[in-house]
């Protein structure tokens, strides 16, 4: 065991607080620096020839005084060496100096000897550096580990961990030089979505503001986020257009400018992902928070990756994405009601857990016995495309031996509690619903002139109030676009 030159009760504090961070005992089977044990952080480090000249920088930013207080840090602090290598701008600029400190100090005490084999760690700059293994934090070597002091633990590493600027940032610098880059910001002022704008009016105060009114920021991935890791691909302005042309036809708008912003919304969404995926770890395709499968050709890429806070960016020339990866089908739950007709339905609406005779279980709605001519199931869909559809249903028979039909309507219209069926984008005839069908049923097409919502997609008992005639069932409905 270790000799202790300090009194008990200061060395349980610091121990407890290790403790907390680490399962392993950091003090177990290392030699201590008696004479640190019994000063603060600061003192220590400057106690520490080859740290010198960051316990100056700690005096010189005031963080000298952080360091003092009872709270335990863990500080990766650089040699002379690696302090020499910094631009003397930051040094000498205040806040900048302020900055450059935080990123090397963590609140609560992280040993080299730890059950990860890698965390992220919150600096007090905001930033996180991943601590790897026992010799690794950010991109910088620990060359010595495990230093500690009365109020916690430092760590001595070969290189400065100057902040770095986090994807969003880096897409602000590039906005003067890359469409894509300016067309992400331009969605602090655009709304893709109602709920954009609502966002916009009622910001929450405490968080990032572009999080709040940034369109791709809310919808996509908050590439603002320091906490997470993202990879982003920034198109170089030809593979850009090119992409975005592709998609013009099939998100038509009420104008060509909305056409063109939606086509570059429904381009760009494609491009983050929610991991920081080294060159070593791309794969061929990557999959989108969408359901778009994005093929990754590695020979596109141009230079090195740029490693940011939360995460890399790829500049690419192009990314090349099939049309049939981009169109994704739109699936629509039977379960995933907006509302029922009438309103009184749902004492008769039942939903169901049930295993099919395959041994899979899947959920779906029905209607049964309800005394009720033409009920009806009602829906919406979200991000249709301007395009022809192909119509399939699943509507599992199961409960009754009789063959029932029912219909459905694509955007359907009432008024004055009247339907108008030859309104509808398109009315389906009515389709025998099959005792034990378990397939998928193909219903027939119907186009979509612009992109956009649904907001009433309706399943429609038959006209007659005879129960096991007009029931309803629905496993889901199935949206297929056609590439024109």
Known sequence: MIALKL?????????????????????????????????????????????????????????????????????????NEALALVDASVINDPEQLAFFVQNHIALTAYSSVRDKASEKIKMLSNKYLLFSGATAIGDATIVTADKYAANGVFHVVNKALSPKRNIWEYVNDMSSSSEMSKYLLSL??????????????????????DSLTNCYLRNVYNLNNEANSYTLFLMEDEGYAAEVEKMKPYLIKNSAARTDTYSSYFTVRDMAFPKAYMPNELPDVLTTRFGVNVPIDKTQIVGEPIILSNGIVYRIKKVDVPLTNRLVTTKIEGESTVWYS????????????????????????????????????????TDVYSTTYKAYWRAINDTQTNVFQQRLLIGTVIRDNVIYINESIKAFPYTNVEVKMYDEVYLGEFTMTQAGNIDMISLMSTITTTNGNNTLTLDYLKFVPVVK
């Open 342 to 381: 009438p309103s009184n339905l749902r004492s008769k609406v039942m939903y169901r857990d049930v295993k099919d005779p395959f041994g899979i279980f899947f959920n779906d709605i029905q209607v049964k016995n309800s005394g009720i001519s033409t009920t009806m199931l009602n829906y919406s869909a």
């Open 188 to 209: 602090t002022e655009l709304n893709i979505y109602k709920a954009d704008s609502i966002a916009k009016l009622n910001p929450i105060p405490g968080r990032y503001s």
């Open 7 to 79: 009194n008990y009760k200061k060395l349980f504090v610091g121990f407890l607080a290790m403790a907390l961070v680490s399962c392993s005992d950091p003090w177990d089977g290392r030699e201590s620096d008696d004479d640190n044990l019994g000063v603060s952080l600061t003192e220590a480090i400057g106690n520490t020839a080859e740290t010198s000249k960051f316990a100056e920088l700690l005096v010189k930013s005031g963080f000298d005084k952080v360091l003092s207080d009872s709270k335990t840090y863990t500080v990766f602090a650089p040699t």
